[in-house]
Structure formats: structure tokens, C-alpha cells
């Protein structure tokens, strides 16, 4: 826990030393003031009022000391929780910037924000608001042990005795209740994003509204963070009551041993030695019992806290991809993979199964396979999201973990299938590919990826403001967009991921004739399954189950008949369907809707154009 803090402190750790050192130190204080009243009471039992002012003075003095010492733990519990929110946050997003791209699930990437949110006010309110009655309520009790052994050996023997086993009883409870916790926080961060899912897709899930989905997945991780929040209550109710009624028998053996004490002394007089230190050991007991029931209090606080500090852990836990000390700068715009082999955990299957091809500067591939298949996760590998689990990537000739990041970067450019708009204008969306560029620059890339024409269309053109991910554009616009953003970086080497997919044929169209504008200028390594784009590659390289089964040319691979001719020959063959462009007559319409009622589809694909000549045509253009 304390270690988590230091991390999220990093150089403002001292004042949470100091805070600690304030607090231990407030309950010794404590502890040491409240047994000046052993004395003070011993001496006025037997009569001795005079020889009590000094400890009575003693008593005053220290509480006085002890109301100015808490006031100072406070201010300084404070300063810890401001460091926390002022620079915690920004810890932990320096140490998130470094982690590689591949850790943003979806499932880390809820985790992150409602950390973010939630979980670092929570941790910023331990200090000021737990810690230190906590502190206090262990410090305290071992200064009241000190005590009761000093009065009454058997006492403090039984005292001693019971710190551990509340701490046992204490965790047992808090493990009861944690895995609750857990779920109640996963199921929470689910229907965060859920929520945010809801808001930001109201134009789809309003379409199909009619059957009542547009709000069945929202209210379905409601549901389920309800019913965890009950578990959570319930087992928390559980745990409390049994850390309670721990230190209620540990009470109750003091006071059966302290009571058995004062039953061997009733033969004696009240100021007998015996009988006052049995009844100033009955106060004591009752102040070792006070702190461990605040204590026992603030364990579901502490539980509950303990979660969203090991949750900011776990995030901490993310390790950046080493940086190697001596980086190599790349000789061309070249891709290479050698033997490679991936997967994406130690105990997951293997998605790339010894890969190995080899891109040369200025040319165009085209990554084909069955979906999962490992395309994405190939190009992933290139920008080094990972690190292969055995084989290398080269880039430029030099492997990517002799690079840089800095050099990496900038050998690549990305267009992925879901591109992200920021909240701003057109431009400011297209500068972030490269924010030195000027405003000509701008207006090259725009049109170089058919944006000039979406701009005319615009009353405010490049400054028209796009809305929060894209949401005034359509799915082509904000696909141009992103295109043009990876234009403008400049990069050597173009990495595409379906940019043309849900796309319609007139984006589609536009998207590539850019691709097609950028042959031999840069190294493009695209995924896609439109033949248009597919026949202007140089080479292409089919993936099946990880592995690379097929590379070559269109011409070489249409004349090997493996995958690649099986994929042409599907795409041939649904091209093929087609409705027939010859005039009809009514009565020829009025037969041929007759005869195809009860036709077969061989039947029906003869009365349309020949198959043959749509074939013919597309294999020309692959």
C-alpha cells in the first residue's frame, strides 16, 4: 500500500514520510498521556490527592499536546491528498504514455478511467481521513500492553495475545469480503463504459430501438453492478460485525481475567495496592479496547481502498518495451520479418507461427487471409505495439528493438479500420499527424486524400468543427481525415488496416486512387479484402492460421491455384451476379418473373451477363 503511495508521490515522497513520522509519533503521545491516568488514580484511591497534581498536570499537559499534534497530522494528512490529485494523475499518465500500445484493451483502458476518476479521490482521502486514526489505533494499544503488564502480568500477557489474532480476524474478514469488492469495481468500470457507449451511439442504437435493444446492454451491466453492490453490502456488513465482535471477546477475557484478580484481593480494603491497581487496570482495558473498535471500523475503509491502490498497481505493473541504449538508425523504408513468432500471453495460443517475408522500399503489399488469421496483429508487430515473442522485425534493415521509439515513429504512419477524431476543426485534426506543419501542408495532404472536395462542401472549410470523435462526419469523411493526418507525418512507410471496410463505393473509390497516388512514393503494406486494391499491389502475401502460405506477385499467385486463386475465384464468382441490363418487354418481364420463382440459382446466373466475361475482366485487373 505504502509502496503504491511512493509511486504516485515520487518526489513529493518526503512529506509522506513526514506524515507517517507524525502520526506514529501522535499515537505514541497518545498512548503515553492516557497512562499518566494510572498513576493519577492509584494516588487518589489511596487519599494521596497532593502526590496526584503531578500526574493530574502531566495528564492536562499531554492532552493539550495531543489536540495540537492531531491538528498538525491533519494539515500534513492534507498535503498528502492534494499531491496525490495534483500530481498523481499526472504520474500515472507519464508512466501509461510509456506503456506500448497494445496494453490499451478495452478491459485495461475502463480499469485506467475509472482509476482516473473515482479510485485517485478515494486514495488521496486516506491520509486526511483513515490513516491516522488507524495509525493511532496500533500505535496506541502497544503503549496500553506496556501498561497492563507493568500492573498486572496476566493482563498484559492476554493483551499482547490478542494483536495478532485480531490482525488474523481482521484479514480473514477483509479476504470475505475483497473478492466481492472486486467484482462490484469490474462490474462498475463495465457500466461506466457502458454508459458512455450509450451517449456516444444513440444514432445506432436508436435504429434498432424497436425491439428495445437500444438499452438492453445498458441496463443488462446495470444489473449486474446492482447485484454485485448487494454481495458487496452484504459480505461488508459481515466482515464489520465480526472484526466488532473479535474485539468485543478479547474485552471480555480482559475483564474476566481482571475480575478474577479483584475476586483473590476482596478479603483486603479498597485502598489495598491489589484492589486499585485491579481497578486501574479496568480502565485501561477499556482505552486498549477504544482504538482496535476504531480499528475494526475503518477495516472495510481500509478494504475497500486497499482494492483501488492494488487496481493503480496493477496498472503500474505495465512495462514499457525496453529502449535499447545504443539506437540504430534505419537504411531505407524496408520491411523484413524473420521467423516470427507470437502470442499475445504466455498461456495464449500462438498467432503468428514462424512469419517471415520481406517488403521492399517504395512498394505496395497487400496482407490477405481468413480473419484471424494474423494481418492485424502483423502490422501491430511492424509499429512495435509488441515485441515478437521469438524472431525479428526489421524496419529499414535494422531490427525495431535497435530503434528508438522516437526513430520508429518516425518511419510509420497508421491508418487503422476505427480512426479517433479529437473534438476541434478539420485542421487541428489533420496537424496531429504533424504539428509543425503549415497551412500548405495541410492543404496538400487534404487533397491528396480527396478531403478538398468534403471542405468545399463546408460553409467553414478546414476550420468546420468535426465534434467529439467525428460525430458531425460520415464513416468516409472521417476515414479521409485520417488519411490525410497519416499523410502529412510524411512517414516512409504506410501502414493501412481495412481502411476501406463499411465503407461506399465512392469512398471506397477515393480511398484508392490515394493509395494508388502513393505507389512507389512510399512503402505501403495495406490489408484489404477489395480486389480493386488488392490488384494494384506488388506483391501479396496470404496468411493462413499464422502462417505465410502464399507471396508473390498477383500473376504469380493467380497461376500457383492456392489460397490466393480461391480467394479471386469467390470474389469472381459473387461479381458474376449481376441483374441484367437488357431492355424486356412487359410480357417477356411478366414470363421471366415466373420462370425465376422456380429457378435454381445455376438457372437464374444463366439468363444473367456471362460469368465468364466478369471473371475475365477482373483477373485483367489483378
Known amino acids: 500500500m505504502l509502496k503504491t503511495f511512493m509511486q504516485l508521490l515520487d518526489k513529493d515522497v518526503a512529506i509522506l514520510r513526514r506524515y507517517l513520522w507524525l502520526a506514529v509519533s501522535y499515537g505514541l503521545l497518545c498512548g503515553l498521556t492516557i497512562t499518566t491516568l494510572a498513576p493519577a488514580l492509584g494516588l487518589l484511591l489511596a487519599g494521596d490527592a497532593a502526590g496526584a497534581m503531578p500526574w493530574l498536570a502531566a495528564l492536562l499537559t499531554g492532552t493539550a499536546i495531543c489536540w495540537a499534534w492531531r491538528r498538525q497530522v491533519e494539515r ?79 493482563l498484559g500477557l492476554i493483551a499482547l495475545a490478542a494483536l495478532p489474532l485480531l490482525a488474523g480476524v481482521f484479514l480473514l474478514t477483509g479476504r470475505i469480503a475483497r473478492r466481492a469488492d472486486e467484482t462490484y469495481h469490474a462490474h462498475f468500470a463495465d457500466a461506466s463504459q457502458r454508459m458512455v457507449e450509450f451517449a456516444q451511439a444513440q444514432s445506432v442504437l436508436r435504429a434498432f430501438n424497436g425491439e428495445g435493444g437500444g438499452t438492453r446492454f445498458l441496463e443488462q451491466a446495470v444489473e449486474r453492478q446492482r447485484q454485485s453492490a448487494a454481495r458487496l453490502i452484504w459480505q461488508s456488513a459481515l466482515a464489520a460485525v465480526c472484526n466488532v ?108 507461427c514462424g512469419a517471415s517475408l520481406h517488403i521492399a522500399p517504395g512498394s505496395m503489399t497487400a496482407l490477405i487471409g481468413a480473419s484471424g488469421s494474423g494481418k492485424t496483429t502483423l502490422v501491430r508487430l511492424i509499429a512495435r505495439f509488441f515485441d515478437v515473442s521469438q524472431g525479428s522485425v526489421l524496419v529499414g534493415g535494422v531490427d525495431v528493438r535497435q530503434m528508438s521509439h522516437a526513430q520508429l515513429a518516425g518511419q510509420l504512419s497508421q491508418i487503422f479500420q476505427d480512426n479517433y477524431l479529437f473534438a476541434g476543426s478539420i485542421a487541428d485534426n489533420i496537424r496531429v499527424g504533424k504539428p509543425d506543419a503549415s497551412d500548405d501542408e495541410i492543404m496538400a495532404a487534404a487533397r491528396q486524400a480527396g478531403v478538398a472536395e468534403i471542405i468545399e462542401r463546408l460553409p467553414q472549410g478546414m476550420a468546420t468543427l468535426v465534434g467529439e470523435g467525428g460525430a458531425r462526419l460520415s464513416g468516409g469523411e472521417r476515414q479521409r481525415i485520417a488519411i490525410a493526418r497519416a499523410l502529412v507525418k510524411d512517414a516512409p512507410i504506410l501502414l493501412v488496416d481495412e481502411a476501406t471496410a463499411a465503407l461506399d463505393a465512392e469512398n471506397q473509390a477515393a480511398i484508392a486512387d490515394t493509395l494508388a497516388r502513393l505507389r512507389g512514393q512510399r512503402t505501403l503494406i495495406v490489408i484489404a479484402h477489395q480486389l480493386s486494391t488488392v490488384a494494384m499491389a506488388d506483391q501479396i502475401v496470404v496468411l493462413d492460421e499464422g502462417r505465410v502460405v502464399e507471396q508473390g506477385t498477383p500473376a504469380q499467385l493467380r497461376a500457383s491455384q492456392g489460397l490466393y486463386a480461391q480467394f479471386l475465384a469467390q470474389r469472381q464468382a459473387a461479381k458474376g451476379w449481376r441483374i441484367a441490363a437488357a431492355p424486356v418487354t412487359a410480357v417477356a418481364a411478366s414470363a421471366a418473373k415466373t420462370a425465376m420463382a422456380a429457378a435454381t440459382p445455376v438457372a437464374m446466373a444463366a439468363t444473367e451477363a456471362p460469368a465468364t466475361t466478369a471473371a475475365a475482366t477482373d483477373e485483367a485487373n489483378c
Do not use: K
Open 245 to 352: 465482535w473479535a474485539v468485543q471477546a478479547v474485552f471480555a477475557a480482559l475483564l474476566i481475567a481482571a475480575t478474577l484478580w479483584m475476586n483473590q484481593n476482596l478479603g483486603g480494603t479498597l485502598a489495598g495496592a491489589e484492589m486499585i491497581g485491579a481497578i486501574v487496570a479496568l480502565l485501561l482495558v477499556g482505552r486498549f479496547i477504544d482504538p482496535l473498535l476504531e480499528v475494526a471500523g475503518y477495516a472495510e475503509v481500509l478494504r475497500g481502498a486497499r482494492g483501488q491502490l492494488e487496481a493503480i498497481e496493477e496498472i503500474y505493473a505495465g512495462q514499457a518495451l525496453p529502449e535499447t541504449a545504443a539506437p540504430q538508425a534505419p537504411r531505407d523504408a524496408s520491411v523484413e520479418l524473420r521467423d516470427v513468432h507470437f502470442r499475445y500471453a504466455p498461456d495464449a495460443p500462438q498467432v503468428l
Open 76 to 154: 500534513v494528512g492534507i498535503r498528502v491528498g492534494v499531491a496525490v490529485l495534483q500530481g498523481g494523475r499526472h504520474r500515472l499518465g507519464e508512466h501509461v504514455a510509456r506503456l506500448p500500445v497494445g496494453w490499451f484493451t478495452a478491459q485495461n483502458t475502463a480499469r485506467l478511467g475509472h482509476i482516473v476518476t473515482q479510485g485517485m479521490m478515494s486514495v488521496a482521502q486516506l491520509p486526511a481521513h483513515v490513516f491516522t486514526p488507524v495509525i493511532c489505533g496500533v500505535v496506541t494499544p502497544l503503549v496500553m500492553v506496556a501498561a497492563l503488564f507493568a500492573l498486572h502480568w496476566p
